[in-house]
């Protein structure tokens, strides 16, 4: 997990991409909110959003 990480930070390094990192992060956090928002107490929170 960690090697994916760091060389996922090398390419966007060398490519000067740094605009992808709030993209990655905004879709790691949809995806959260999907995996744990329909298994949990605040499912009724999300429904409006989905």
């Known amino acids: 997990m960690w090697a994916l990480l760091k060389e996922f930070l090398v390419f966007l390094r060398q490519e ?10 905004l879709l790691l956090g949809v995806g959260a ?8 107490g605040i499912a009724w929170a999300l429904y409006p959003f989905m």
């Open 33 to 40: 909110l999907l995996i744990f928002g329909t298994s949990s």
């Open 16 to 25: 000067k991409k740094w605009w992808l990192v709030p993209l990655v992060v």
